[in-house]
């Protein structure tokens, strides 16, 4: 298999809760609910519900998302996209139109650094709104 290649699918209809590790690509268009650990990519389709912790290498978002993101090498919201809770990823590509309601944590390192007002230290809060 290439890389770019999915090795698996969780179509639209399909609602799983628990734990998913992998390698390569995933792509999720159901729901899910749970914790997901890969090096790999994972990508959330546009009618994909997601709840928990993401520890992956990419993470490519076009539907919903509420828990903790941590992307390694990179994170991409598309437009519709909508994230709410936390993001940690070393480099962040995001689409007009999509939305990010938490905090932004440009690191590799899952656990932001606390200045001594207990405030993250370089942390960005985004609430990204279509322009007209």
């Known amino acids: 298999m290439g ?3 999915i090795n698996a699918f969780l179509g639209a209809e399909t ?16 729901t899910f609910i749970g914790e997901i650990r890969s090096e ?12 928990g912790k993401i520890y992956v290498g990419q993470f490519v978002l076009s539907g919903q998302m509420t828990g ?19 993001l940690v990823a070393p480099v962040l590509i995001m689409e007009e139109g999509a939305k990010l309601d938490g905090q932004v944590f440009m690191s590799t390192k899952p656990e932001p650094q606390v200045g001594q007002s207990g405030q993250p230290v370089l942390a960005l809060e985004v ?3 279509e322009s007209v």
């Not at 609602?15 to 159901?30: M, N, P």
């Not at 790999?40 to 709840?51: D, P, R, Y």
């Not at 903790?68 to 936390?86: C, D, P, Y």
């Open 3 to 5: 890389k770019d290649q």
């Open 15 to 30: 609602v799983y809760h628990g734990q998913l590790t992998f390698q390569g690509a995933v792509r999720i268009d159901g």
């Open 40 to 51: 790999g990519t994972l990508i959330i389709g546009q009618e994909a519900k997601i709840e």
């Open 68 to 86: 903790e993101v941590v992307a390694s090498q990179k994170a991409v919201l598309h437009r519709g996209a909508k994230l709410i809770g936390n």
């Open 127 to 129: 609430d990204v709104e």
